[in-house]
Nanobody, 126 residues
Framework: QVQLEESGGRLVQAGGSLRLSCAAS????????MGWFRQAPGKDREFVAG????????YYKESVKGRFTISRDKASNTNYLQMNSLKPEDTAVYYC???????????????????WGQGTQVTVSS
């Protein structure tokens, strides 16, 4: 099992930038993919971005392509979500997720990930 802790969420104005971090601990020597999901009030949790164990395969929700970048530093077991040109509709609780997986796998569904962080609030004001 991987334990995850997100950080970096805060209030930001539209057009601004934030970088979310997700620190992993526990059984991190096994290969695992990581993802970011978000959930706004009254809405379902949705996929935002994902990255494979090797860090060379990424997927993004269509509406964040070109604005968000996911990356990972395996040496520190940390995953990052750089968010630029933020919009009010990006407001949500952002969750980090992990799942033990083969080297090329990247999940895009919440049901595909076993381990989750507690979430960090991102609020974008207009």
């Amino acid at each position: 099992q991987v334990q995850l802790e997100e950080s970096g969420g805060r209030l930001v104005q539209a057009g601004g930038s934030l970088r979310l971090s997700c620190a992993a601990s526990g059984r991190t020597t096994y290969p695992y993919a990581m993802g970011w999901f978000r959930q706004a009030p009254g809405k379902d949790r949705e996929f935002v971005a994902g990255i494979n164990w090797g860090g060379n395969i990424t997927y993004y929700k269509e509406s964040v392509k070109g604005r968000f970048t996911i990356s990972r530093d395996k040496a520190s077991n940390t995953n990052y979500l750089q968010m630029n040109s933020l919009k009010p509709e990006d407001t949500a609780v952002y969750y980090c997720a992990a799942h033990y997986a083969t080297f090329k796998w990247v999940g895009q569904g919440a049901h595909e990930y076993r381990d989750w962080g507690q979430g960090t609030q991102v609020t974008v004001s207009s």
